[in-house]
């Protein structure tokens, strides 16, 4: 059975640009949630997307943005890069209820300078 | 408050010995109770869950879940320096909300 798969793996991006970063959660499972990773701040939550629709949503603001498609693949933007934006993007996918926990993809390493 | 508390650490232990690693949550609504492990540079992976009150035993691995005390916690025994990381407790909430706690860092000694 395939795991979460995340593309690219590392991105090095200048301030003021955007970015897409993409994840393929395991086959079966409708719900896909990013987060965001610094060393400081540790997991912190941007939001939960189920067919197709964000149902859950963390306390980050507007340039980041989301969507999930038909079969469930999902995507993350992030508008105007600030420095700060630097940090491991993790998507992760699990069951409908959350069963069975979370299952994490690699990761996207993004960079802003 | 926080809805999950861990004790950042570090904690260290010598090879062989038991580790101990404590987590407590405000939402009384939690139903399911879950412990990652992440190695530097790497992405977290589950490692045990558990959704009742009591003891689940994997391998070296066991959760222990106190409903009414709002904590969980994890033993890992016989501890191998392979176990070095940073243990994630996470708890998830109705409407499948997930919340982490900011992890315990764990060394094991030779």
């Known amino acids: 059975k395939a795991g979460v798969t995340q593309t690219p793996r590392y991105l090095i991006k200048t301030r003021g640009q955007q970015v897409t970063l993409s994840c393929s959660p395991i086959?079966?499972?409708?719900?896909v949630s990013w987060y965001q990773q610094t060393p400081g701040q540790g997991l912190q939550f941007l939001f939960e997307y189920f067919s197709e629709t964000q149902r859950n949503k963390g306390n980050f603001p507007g340039r980041f943005s989301g969507r999930q498609f038909s079969n469930s693949r999902s995507e993350m933007n992030v508008s105007t890069l600030e420095l700060g934006d630097s940090a491991l993007y993790l998507c992760a996918s699990s069951g409908d209820r959350g069963e069975g926990g979370y299952t994490f993809g690699s990761g996207t390493r993004l960079t802003v300078v | 408050q926080k809805e999950v508390e861990q004790n950042s650490g570090p904690l260290s232990v010598p090879e062989g010995a038991i580790a101990s690693l404590n987590c407590t949550y405000s939402d009384r609504g939690s139903q399911s109770f879950f412990w990652y492990r992440q190695y530097s540079g790497k992405s977290p992976e589950l490692i045990m869950f558990?959704?009742?009150?009591g003891d689940k035993e994997d391998g070296r691995f066991t959760a222990q879940l106190n409903k009414a005390s709002q904590y969980v916690s994890l033993l890992i025994r016989d501890s191998q320096p392979s176990d070095s990381a940073t243990y994630l407790c996470a708890v998830n909430i109705p409407g499948n909300q997930f919340y982490f706690g900011t992890g315990t860092s764990l060394t094991v000694i030779p």
């Open positions: 086959s079966g499972h409708r719900s």
């Open positions: 558990i959704y009742s009150n």
